[in-house]
Each structure stands twice: as C-alpha cells, then as structure tokens.
C-alpha cells in the first residue's frame, strides 16, 4: 500500500474566518483591528484606508463615529492587519459595529468580532448575513426610560396596596375570632 505525502502551505490565519476587535475607552475612543487571511482580502491590501472607512460603521447611540485610518501592515505569516480609531461621544452609553465589508467577501466567509469595554465583553461570529453587533457600555447604562419609571411606580403602588389589603384581612380575621371564641375560655 502506498502513501502519498504531498506538501501543503501552512497557515496562522484559517482562509474565510477573520477577526474584527474593537476596544471603547472611557472618554468614547473606539479602538478597531481587523485582521484577514491574506487569501481573503485583496482589497483590503491594495486600499486599506477606503476599506476601514468605507466598510466600518461604528455608532455611538445611534450616531456615527468619526473614523480614523491608523495603519494597515501584514502579519507574521500569512495575514493582513488594518488599524483605526473612531471618535464617539464622551457620554456614548451604547456601541454599535456593523461590517459593510462583509458583502464583498467571498461566500461563506465569517468574521468573529468582538466588542469590549472594561470588564464588558460581547462577541458573535458575523457573515453577509449578519453583520452588526452591539455592546452596553458598563460605566455608563442609559437611563430608564418612562415607561420603566412608570412600571416601576406601578409596581411599588401594587405591592403597598397588597401589604395594606393583607394587615387589614388580618385585623378582621382577629376581630372575628374574638366575637366567635367562647368567653368562659
């Protein structure tokens, strides 16, 4: 029986998955790296800059982040890395990414992206299909809105109402047990 040992490329990057990090500073500084196989992204390679800012929506409650092309450099094997910098607002209270890039790739690609501010992380893996993702920031939670204010008063009405209908029943079931017990007892 014999076997064939044919030589094959090694890669650090798995063709079709790449990676998309984006770090929020407190102050509203998003920080992004997206990093490609280098079989994944020509375009990416030959206008690195458009490819950030054309391709990267980061919102900052719903707004737009200024983006700013950092640096764009290949990595130790066989990938490609681009680096930016969003400018959102000191007070944002929610970030949200979307990766327009994604449309371009080729079919079935996924990109495992992540979002971390302090201690908060989210992560998804994202494709054509499905191509945003949002974090809650942990320093600053949005305010409740009004309906939840009113739930919450509705809720503290209810829960007096239950504990005054409760002593009352109470206080008529003693009167009651008083009139009914014998009184030689």
């Not at 719903?62 to 094997?77: L, Q």
């Not at 809105?145 to 209810?158: D, E, F, I, K, P």
Request: hydrophobic share 45%; proline share 6%; net charge positive.
């Amino acid at each position: 029986m014999a076997t064939f040992v044919l030589p094959r490329s090694a890669r650090a990057h798995t063709p079709g998955l790449s990676t998309a990090n984006f770090v929020v500073r407190p102050g509203g500084e998003v920080e992004a790296r997206l990093t490609f196989a280098s079989v994944d992204v020509d375009v990416a390679r030959s206008d690195p800059r458009g490819f950030l800012l054309d391709g990267v929506d980061v919102a900052g409650d719903g707004e737009r982040c200024a983006g700013t092309f950092v640096a764009a450099s290949p990595t130790e094997v066989d990938g490609f890395t681009i680096d930016g910098r969003y400018d959102c607002p000191a007070d944002v209270a929610r970030v949200e990414v979307t990766l327009y890039y994604l449309n371009n790739l080729p079919r079935g690609h996924r990109e495992v992206a992540r979002i971390v501010a302090d201690s908060e992380t989210v992560e998804a893996v994202l494709s054509g299909t499905h191509r945003a993702l949002a974090l809650s920031l942990p320093w600053r939670r949005p305010a409740p809105s009004a309906a939840q204010r009113r739930g919450r008063h509705l809720l503290v009405l209810t829960a007096t109402f239950a504990a005054a209908m409760l002593a009352l029943f109470v206080w008529r079931w003693r009167a009651t047990r008083r009139r009914i017990a014998p009184h030689g007892k």
